[in-house]
């Protein structure tokens, strides 16, 4: 009964927020185009293109949520993933100012012909055709997370020793990102980018078609995080989560399991990052940072992890009161963000969406327990509402099943 | 043998001030013989010049100097000779002896000494072994060096004669160098020679070695043969002195580290916590110094030679406390979720670099060296700064102290005990509680003490932390922990392996592939080097 009800209002809820997006997918760039520009429902290209950038976040806060709050496994790193994918997109970039560069080199990129390279490197071949950065932006940071996870966690390096492995690979990354004769701009990245698919990248446009690409990607891949996480597959994650040793003792290869969504994750964060360059129009190794692979664990936990919808408005609040804050306030921001990072850990572990639903699930119990005392004796039917999209994809959960997904409160073992 | 240095010491004293006596009493005795060469043809000057060279008289140098450069005049009228310098129209005079004004004239009052190339080679020589007979034993030397360079045969002479009069026994090695070198270069016969090449391959150093393989190329016979020995020979030595030289980068930059990471892995050890504020503790010390020697300058500027003995307790004490105040305000709260605390201690970091920064704002603080550790000195062919000797010795010294801290007080076996197993340490009556508190406070103020050290190698500034919080946790984990032998280890071994990296493979790329060892390193042992055994591990 209780089960049911929750399963339903996890529906409802991923329902509503895929409702919001495909509003928001379809309203904004219409508010860019189609409204004239004094109109007050207009919008401008920069609040597109940070929009657009937005969202970028709230993928790449999806893919950390998935390892996080499902699998228990804090990845300090994951803004490697997403700079990788920014950069495959960047070659590409790069490539399409053919002859338009300040050197004018059909093939060198303006940094090559300035360090006096005679020819294009060999990992750069290729980068001309989209379809083959797009390939690279999903299989170049897929292939580094398979590889990185089939050591990690076949030798079952676990909890905070992993997270400081994986902030190391963004560190060894961003070291490496910033030699001049590593043939990725060095310090400067790749910038100064002219148009994607034979689209101008500075016009509205464009820009308004990137944003829908980006709210697009965020839907499937929330749509594919929620059919991983609903799936038996999902209970076993959870289960990693919480008690790994219990769950290797039942039988579960649980390093193929963590490799498994650890693989998917980093793809999702290269996918983030692919849409984020085009929008920035910069991609240099400042993104390998690690505060930002921290930061991005923030969003999700300000969000509520383990919630899917959380990571996403998590990254959507912080980003924008980020961009408020640094534009009126610069001074006070580190004090709001590091604050931020210690009230939510005390005192919101679980986040805002976690609380929230939480609070909710409590108001319900209590009606559902003062109606019983009244004695209607017949517990209220669930509001019945439209089957979401997200009902669908999710379902193989057989319909008498047992326990909802323990994802809203989630604490990792150990 | 220091009585006997002294003595010598005195014995030079004596010698310089007779020098300068002479130097002034025979001004008159020089000052003729100068104006000889007024007079003559280049045979007289030649002479003259020998004549002025065999008074061995070190206030001659500059008339010969500028005899060699045709600077060299004398006065038409009296035949008095001058060091003259063109104007204008007018010619500027000075003594040649006691290099004072001596008034100008006209172009026509005055005629040049006129020196042809043969003459030259006679000035260089007879200057060479004028300085080479200064009372001055830096002197003596700097001449010596200018004959090594030159490889001057001229010079031999010269040598030979100073040699015979040396009694500096350093100073007399260089000469020996700069003769032999002189000697290669000359067309001396073959077994002087050899015994120069023997004398360059004893000195061992990058010079000889240049000069030894010079001369391998250029002669041959036994003469090549022995070059050869003696460059392969040398070309050994420095490859061992280099080696030296980086084991001694290494264990440098390795004692940073372990003074970086050494209160991390105390506190790792006990409470299984990152603290991902410990780079901004080591921060706060290194500011902790420049307030200090602010002070200090101020108020008291005899003391700043002591600025560092002040800072040291301060720093502690400062680090400390904040890291007691983080621990009783925040991680005792999230205690057993440690990526939690991860988190928390993160934007703790956050918060005190921002402190900091709008402090004293976001540049570097010029935090000064006191004398008794800047400059440097050398072992063969090694440099060792004294900045960073001393770093090493304080760096074993916090260890040892720790050590002792650890293994023989009450806290140490209350802390041990709870690192080992907190249920069983808690059962037998130890505050837990207030063993993480004291092991924070402890590990933070190490950290403060740190920053006191680092202040003097690294520029100051509200990023200081954020350098070394990355390689902290890889000598942690590496190192294991609830050892702290593991630390030392961990710190010396990345700190060696890095430097001995770096010529192949250039700094950055040697931090790299430091950083995909230690990824692999974790497979192969998960828990680091000095990992703990036991059940508790496997919580």
């Given at each position: 009964m209780m089960t049911s009800?929750?399963?339903?209002?996890?529906?409802?809820?991923?329902?509503?927020?895929?409702?919001?997006?495909?509003?928001?997918?379809?309203?904004?760039?219409?508010?860019?185009?189609?409204?004239?520009?004094?109109?007050?429902?207009?919008?401008?290209?920069?609040?597109?293109?940070?929009?657009?950038?937005?969202?970028t976040y709230a993928l790449l806060a999806l893919a950390v949520d998935l390892v996080w709050g499902y699998c228990g496994i804090l990845s300090l790193g994951h803004a490697a993933f997403f700079a990788l994918g920014g950069y495959a997109m960047g070659m590409y970039l790069m490539r399409q100012i053919g002859t338009r560069g300040v050197y004018g080199d059909p093939i060198l990129p303006d940094f090559m012909v300035f360090l006096n390279w005679q020819e294009l490197p060999w990992y750069w071949f290729g980068f001309d055709m989209f379809w083959f950065a797009a390939l690279m932006v999903v299989l170049v940071p897929g292939l580094l997370a398979f590889i990185f996870g089939w050591f990690a966690f076949r030798s079952r390096v676990t909890g905070v020793y992993l997270s400081i492995i994986t902030q190391a690979l963004t560190y060894a990354l961003l070291l490496a990102f910033f030699r001049n004769d590593m043939g990725f701009g060095g310090n400067n990245g790749l910038t100064d980018f002219k148009d994607i698919l034979g689209f101008d990248v500075q016009a509205s446009t464009t820009r308004a078609g990137l944003f829908a690409a980006s709210a697009i990607a965020l839907a499937v891949c929330f749509l594919i995080c929620r059919s991983i996480t609903r799936s038996k597959l999902g209970k076993?994650?959870?289960?990693?989560?919480?008690a790994e040793s219990r769950t290797r003792?039942?039988?579960?290869?649980?390093?193929?399991?963590?490799?498994?969504?650890?693989?998917?994750s980093a793809m999702m964060a290269g996918i983030a990052g692919a849409l984020y360059v085009p929008q920035?129009?910069?991609?240099?190794?400042?993104?390998?940072?690690?505060?930002?692979?921290?930061?991005?664990?923030?969003?999700?936990?300000?969000?509520?992890?383990?919630?899917?919808?959380?990571?996403?408005?998590?990254?959507?609040?912080?980003?924008?009161s980020k961009t408020w804050f640094t534009a009126v306030l610069p001074e006070v921001w580190l004090f709001a963000l590091g604050g931020l990072f210690v009230v939510v850990t005390l005192f919101l572990p679980k986040g805002i969406i976690g609380t929230f639903s939480d609070g909710w699930t409590a108001l319900r119990q209590r009606k559902i327990s003062a109606e019983a005392e009244a004695g209607s004796g017949e517990p209220p039917s669930v509001p019945p509402h439209s089957p979401s999209a997200a009902a669908n994809v999710a379902k193989p959960v057989a319909p008498s099943k047992p326990p909802a997904p323990s994802g809203a409160e989630p604490q990792p073992a150990e | 043998m220091s009585v006997l240095k002294s003595f010598i010491l005195i014995l030079f004293m004596m010698i310089g001030l007779s020098g300068s006596a002479f130097a002034q009493g025979d001004a008159e005795t020089l000052r003729p013989l100068i104006n000889e060469l007024?007079?003559?043809?280049?045979?007289?000057?030649?002479?003259?010049?020998?004549?002025?060279?065999?008074?061995?008289?070190?206030?001659?140098?500059?008339?010969?100097?500028?005899?060699?450069?045709?600077?060299?005049?004398?006065?038409?009228s009296d035949g008095d000779v001058f060091i003259a310098e063109k104007a204008g129209k007018i010619y500027k005079l000075t003594d040649p002896l006691t290099l004072e004004a001596a008034g100008e004239v006209g172009k026509r009052d005055i005629k040049k000494i006129k020196v042809n190339n043969s003459l030259r080679r006679v000035i260089r020589s007879a200057l060479g072994s004028l300085t080479l007979m200064a009372p001055d034993p830096t002197?003596?030397?700097?001449?010596?060096?200018?004959?090594?360079?030159?490889?001057?045969p001229a010079g031999i002479e010269a040598l030979d004669l100073a040699l015979a009069a040396e009694v500096d026994d350093e100073v007399r090695t260089v000469m020996e160098q700069a003769r032999a070198a002189a000697v290669l270069n000359s067309d001396l016969e073959e077994a002087e020679k050899l015994g120069a090449?023997?004398?360059?391959?004893?000195?061992?150093?990058?010079?000889?070695?240049?000069?030894?393989?010079?001369?391998?190329?250029?002669?041959?016979?036994?003469?090549?043969?022995?070059?050869?020995?003696?460059?392969?020979?040398?070309?050994?030595?420095?490859?061992?002195?280099?080696?030296?030289?980086?084991?001694?980068?290494?264990?440098?930059?390795?004692?940073?580290?372990?003074?970086?990471?050494?209160?991390?892995?105390?506190?790792?050890?006990?409470?299984?916590?990152?603290?991902?504020?410990?780079?901004?503790?080591?921060?706060?010390?290194?500011?902790?110094?420049?307030?200090?020697?602010?002070?200090?300058?101020?108020s008291a500027p005899g003391l700043f030679e002591y600025s560092l003995f002040f800072a040291l307790p301060l720093a502690f004490l400062t680090s400390g406390l904040i890291g007691v105040a983080i621990e009783r305000g925040v991680i005792r709260w999230l205690y057993g979720r440690p990526l939690e605390t991860l988190l928390a201690t993160w934007g703790i970091s956050l918060i005190l670099q921002q402190t900091i920064r709008s402090i004293f704002g976001p540049t570097n603080q010029e935090v000064g060296n006191p004398d008794w550790m800047s400059g440097a000195f050398e072992i063969g062919q090694m440099t060792i700064t004294y900045n960073r000797m001393w770093i090493i010795v304080f760096a074993m010294l916090v260890f040892a102290g720790l050590m002792l801290v650890l293994k023989k007080t009450p806290f140490g076996l209350y802390t041990r005990a709870v690192t080992q197993n907190r249920k069983m340490a808690a059962s037998m009556g130890i505050r837990t509680p207030w063993i993480d508190a004291m092991t924070f406070g402890l590990g933070s103020g190490i950290a403060g003490i740190a920053g006191v050290a680092l202040s003097q190698i690294d520029n100051v500034s509200p990023n200081l932390?954020?350098?070394?919080?990355?390689?902290?946790?890889?000598?942690?984990?590496?190192?294991?922990?609830?050892?702290?032998w593991g630390t030392l280890v961990g710190a010396m071994t990345l700190g060696v392996v890095n430097k001995f990296l770096e010529p192949y493979a250039g700094a950055v790329l040697a931090k790299i592939l430091v950083l995909v060892f230690i990824i692999l390193f974790i497979q192969k042992r998960p828990r680091g080097l000095f990992a703990q055994k036991g059940r508790a591990v496997e919580a």
């Open positions: 009800f929750l399963f339903r209002a996890m529906d409802a809820r991923a329902g509503i927020f895929l409702a919001i997006l495909a509003a928001v997918t379809i309203l904004v760039p219409m508010g860019n185009l189609l409204v004239p520009e004094g109109s007050p429902f207009h919008v401008s290209t920069y609040a597109v293109t940070l929009m657009g950038k937005y969202l076993i994650l959870v289960a990693v989560r919480d003792f039942l039988g579960y290869r649980v390093e193929h399991y963590k490799l498994f969504v650890w693989t998917i920035v129009g910069i991609i240099n190794p400042g993104e390998f940072a690690p505060a930002n692979s921290i930061e991005v664990v923030i969003w999700v936990a300000v969000g509520g992890r383990g919630t899917l919808v959380g990571a996403v408005l998590g990254a959507v609040l912080i980003n924008f | 007024a007079k003559g043809k280049y045979a007289e000057t030649k002479s003259q010049v020998e004549a002025i060279a065999a008074t061995g008289n070190p206030a001659a140098t500059p008339a010969l100097e500028a005899l060699g450069k045709g600077a060299l005049f004398y006065r038409k002197v003596r030397i700097a001449a010596a060096e200018a004959i090594f360079k030159a490889q001057d090449v023997q004398t360059l391959s004893d000195m061992g150093n990058r010079d000889a070695l240049s000069l030894l393989s010079g001369i391998e190329a250029s002669s041959e016979g036994a003469v090549k043969v022995a070059a050869a020995k003696g460059s392969k020979k040398i070309e050994k030595s420095i490859a061992a002195w280099d080696t030296a030289q980086n084991v001694w980068y290494g264990l440098s930059l390795g004692s940073v580290l372990l003074l970086a990471a050494i209160g991390l892995a105390i506190t790792f050890g006990v409470m299984g916590v990152i603290n991902m504020a410990h780079g901004e503790m080591v921060m706060i010390g290194a500011y902790v110094t420049f307030v200090v020697q602010e002070l200090i300058r101020t932390g954020q350098g070394y919080i990355i390689d902290s946790f890889m000598v942690v984990v590496f190192g294991g922990v609830g050892n702290l």
